[in-house]
């Protein structure tokens, strides 16, 4: 570190420093959650609900999550259109951006339109998406959206029909930006670029773009589909989607709102969580001699809880969420599918070290709480390994993430424009110094 940076750091924390009473004495909710962790209410929504408690006399109850996505719970959905053998992301998407399912004819019009839209311009796959790699697929996804712009022969039109254009072609395009951006940062020599093929799925075309030799199973399409629909939406207060609504508010277009929403994403609190996951249980895997052994599985997790092991955070990732309880709804869905991945890709008994982490978690750290805690294991737990099983790199897992989400943000965007209206602006306290006396720049030492 320069000697300048150095200066400037020492400043910086001296002079930024707020005092965590202070948050108290003014009532403010930091990361706008009230005392009892649940979150301050912010905005109105009509396009999910995310359910992990009850309140009674002023105390959180723990209850089995749900999920609800315009009306119908998560389980029921995707038990509906894997009852029927079909893939549930587009008619998700048609779902959360439309308020309602469609009929046979109006999903085969949507799915046609996605379709046409997933192909990226020739001159912009040379020119931009592979010239110039990024070390980061989220920065690449999110540079190539804001690239998006200068294409738009309309992209400052901010009315409900252009926006959804917009929003279509975004959710299309999503999957195809990330696969070839993977080329271009790992395939430099053996690069390869697989045009989408029309009658394919969402999810079908990803792995077809993805793999060199364009094979997929019925099962891994199956799953990757499912993981699209468990991402697309989360309730109006996730960070990212919350950050939709905020820039959304100012009347931007929609490449900076969604491009916006992908600089929320990437951060590791939110998007970036299974990485974490997958990192810990590699870490797990390579100190824990016999992984059907409880006793050895719990103590190395102690030693993460006391920052003796893992990261140093003394977390034990995938582990809890901020709003569910006693169960995930997407992580029970997941645990279900994973079993099948995990059979035919052998990988069964890494599986059961991952269900025995989440067997063992809840008691182990009300241990080192000194109180009963009622925790479980969350989406991202079960979606690192089911991303392993589909031989993806961790590079892309947050990208993933985000190829899903595009369809809530699009959604959460279109609600803001028609029935928003007003600008996004909380107000602050000021704590800081008083009455300081200006000098002249000949008198400051």
């Known amino acids: 570190m320069s000697e300048l940076i150095n200066s400037l750091k020492q400043k910086a924390l001296k002079n930024n420093k707020i005092e965590p009473h202070w948050y108290k004495d003014h009532n403010i909710k930091k990361g ?4 009892d962790g649940t979150g301050v209410k912010a905005i109105l929504t009509e396009i999910s609900d995310v359910k992990g408690y009850k309140k009674q006399d002023n105390k ?7 999920l609800i996505y315009r009306g119908i719970e998560i389980k029921n959905l995707v038990n509906g259109y894997l009852t029927e053998k079909r893939f549930g992301f587009e008619e998700t998407v048609y779902l959360l951006m439309f308020g309602e399912l469609p009929n046979k004819k109006e999903l085969e019009e949507f799915s046609k339109d996605l379709a ?6 020739e001159d912009f796959i040379k020119n931009i998406l592979i010239q110039f790699p990024s070390k980061n697929i989220m920065n690449k996804l999110q540079s190539n959206v804001i690239m998006l712009y200068k294409i738009d022969k309309n992209p400052n ?6 926006v959804i254009k917009q929003c279509i072609s975004l959710i299309a395009k999503f999957p195809t930006i990330i696969a070839y951006s993977y080329q271009a940062q790992n395939q430099k020599e053996d690069f390869f670029i697989h045009q989408p093929k029309e009658e394919l799925s969402t999810a079908e075309n990803f792995l077809y773009m993805l793999r060199q030799d364009k094979q997929f199973t019925q099962l891994e399409a199956q799953i990757l589909d499912m993981m699209l629909v468990l991402h697309a939406e989360h309730s109006g207060g996730n960070n990212s989607t919350f950050t939709t609504h905020c820039v959304t508010s100012t009347d931007t277009d929609t490449y900076s709102a969604i491009a916006s929403a992908l600089g929320s994403l990437k951060g590791p609190k939110h998007g970036g969580a299974n990485s974490k996951v997958m990192s810990m249980i590699k870490e797990i895997k390579e100190n824990i001699e016999d992984w059907d052994n409880e006793e050895e599985i ?4 102690k030693k993460i809880l006391n920052k003796q092991a893992g990261d140093g955070s003394g977390l034990i990732y995938g582990m809890g969420h901020a709003v569910y309880t006693k169960s995930d709804p997407r992580a029970v869905l997941l645990k279900e599918k994973a079993k099948e991945l995990a059979i035919e890709k052998d990988k069964l008994n890494e599986l059961e070290l991952y269900n025995k982490i989440a067997k063992l978690t809840p008691g ?8 009963e805690l009622t925790i479980s294991p969350n989406v991202d ?24 989400r595009i369809a809530g943000w699009s959604a959460h965007r279109i609600e803001e424009i028609i029935s928003g209206g007003k600008i996004i602006r909380p107000a602050s306290i000021y ?3 008083n009455n300081i006396e200006y000098k002249s720049l000949e008198q400051r030492e």
């Open 32 to 35: 706008l959650r009230n005392d």
């Open 60 to 66: 959180v109850i723990p209850i089995e999550g749900e």
């Open 381 to 404: 737990f079960f979606s690192g390994f089911i991303y392993e099983c589909l031989g993806f790199s961790k590079e892309i897992y947050t990208a993933l993430f985000a190829m899903a």
């Open 364 to 371: 182990i750290m009300s241990e080192f709480k000194g109180k």
């Open 431 to 433: 704590v800081g110094p």
């Open 116 to 121: 046409k839209n997933r192909e990226l311009p």
């Open 298 to 301: 719990s103590n190395y997790l």
């Open 157 to 162: 039109d901010i009315s409900v029909e252009n």
